[in-house]
């Protein structure tokens, strides 16, 4: 662990979400954590170590509302240390850990050891989520009850749908009941088929089975009317279709409770990227049309999609060396989300800082029930130093989750995490 010392954040500027302005100021954090002063010429306190932030940025630290950390039980893909390297790489604080690990975190217990492991294992907060249904194999309801006595964030059958439409208004009657929020994967299995890539000229072209935009927009269209129906919160995982966007535009215009997250991949990547049968590309939902991209982008702008969230799926370069129609589905994305948006959009003025911070720090807190973070007196040091000027390459050996896998390996990004603030340490990355 980094030593417990007071620390001056000098000469940087502070982005947060309210505000396009960047705040010039010094950040004292004191050795228990706080963040004693925020102002402009703040001396050193004796013994304090000064972190030069001239030239960079200091912004409240990210949540990620999608991650699979893999352990227990696969702990060749990615472990709660590597991932909360990875994380505090990539500027992320806090995070939501889906239940798809070996076995499925579906009863009360489970979540308690799988929360006790992150308390002995990783320095950044993970919340650990639950199943809907037992074992996620879309049957029967798991143990509701049980997990949200022990604090689970959200419900979630994680990358999978509940295929029932019956049993997923009983297990939204039932998380209603309990407060909590239904993160839905949204797929139509009798209409994804085996599918590896998206429906269109590139499965076509490449002789890959695909996956219809429809198997997505179906799934958008029949959990918000179930949400609907029932009362419960519902939040839509890795949308992907601008159809599908506008569904929940709709259904967000008549009052019904539904937020969405995309990831960083479906707002910079669409199908073309997925050339040379390159299974960094395979995602699920899969990369789209440009046209959909662009629909997502401008939704990220309008607030029609509520957060950003990467949905980091760490598989070992072996698996993702088999051929693309048996691969398995995602990539690494912790530690590259906050570089992408910024060397796509920020720095080419598209949106502020102010937009990236509502969408990946504030938003994502607000849905699970934290309260947002910011660069503030009195507050818990949480943030992370950015420096715009400087570049990243996005190498193997400068990944540190364990299956550095991503579609932008080999890529410069332009900017740097030169080290993220928690509490009172400071994990510098060099
Ligand atoms: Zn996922």
Request: hydrophobic share 40%.
């Amino acid at each position: 662990m980094p030593e417990s010392k007071a620390r001056l954040f000098s000469n940087g500027r502070i982005a947060s979400a309210g505000s396009t302005v960047l705040l010039a100021a010094d950040v004292l954090v004191d050795e228990s954590g706080r963040v004693a002063a925020v102002a402009p010429g703040l001396a050193a306190p004796e013994g304090a170590e000064t972190v030069d932030c001239t030239g960079c940025l200091l912004v409240p630290g990210m949540f990620d509302l999608h991650v699979h950390a893999r352990e227990p039980g696969q702990e060749h893909k990615e472990t709660l240390a590597t991932c909360a390297a990875a994380a505090l790489r990539g500027g992320v604080t806090g995070l939501v850990l889906m239940p798809d690990t070996a076995p499925p975190i579906d009863t009360g217990p489970l979540v308690k050891s799988a929360t006790d492991l992150v308390a002995e294992l990783s320095p950044v907060p993970m919340l650990q989520s639950g199943c809907l249904t037992k074992g996620r194999e879309g049957r029967e309801m798991a143990a509701f009850s049980g997990m949200a006595s022990r604090g689970v964030p959200l419900l979630t059958d994680a990358d999978r749908a509940v295929p029932c439409p019956d049993l997923l208004r009983r297990c939204m009657e039932y998380a209603r009941d309990f407060g909590l929020p239904v993160a839905s994967h949204c797929d139509t299995p009798a209409l994804s088929k085996a599918g590896a890539v998206n429906e269109g000229p590139v499965s076509y072209r490449f002789g890959l089975p695909g996956i219809p935009a429809i198997s997505q927009e179906i799934a958008i269209d029949r959990d918000i009317r179930v949400a609907q129906h029932t009362g419960a919160r519902l939040h839509l995982q890795q949308i992907s279709t601008a159809r599908g966007l506008r569904s929940v535009q709709i259904a967000k215009e008549s009052g019904t409770p539904v937020t969405c997250e995309v990831s960083p991949h479906h707002l910079v990547l669409s199908e073309r990227g997925v050339r040379d049968y390159n299974t960094h590309f395979k995602f699920n939902p899969p990369l789209r049309p440009a046209a959909d991209v662009e629909a997502l982008v401008a939704g990220f702008i309008d607030g029609s999609i509520d957060a950003l969230a990467c949905d980091h799926a760490p598989h070992t370069e072996f698996e993702k060396s088999s051929d693309f129609g048996s691969a398995p589905f995602g990539a690494a994305g912790l530690e590259t989300a906050v570089l992408v948006i910024f060397d796509r959009f920020i720095r080419h003025g598209v949106f502020g800082w102010d937009l990236l911070v509502e969408r990946y720090s504030a938003a994502p807190r607000r849905l699970v029930g934290l309260e947002p973070v910011a660069v503030a007196e009195g507050s818990r040091a949480e943030f992370f130093v950015f420096d715009p000027e400087a570049e990243t390459e996005v190498t193997r050996t400068t990944m540190k989750t364990k299956s550095p896998v991503t579609p932008f390996l080999g890529e410069t990004l332009a900017g740097k995490v030169r080290g993220t603030a928690l509490g009172s340490a400071w994990h510098r990355h060099d």
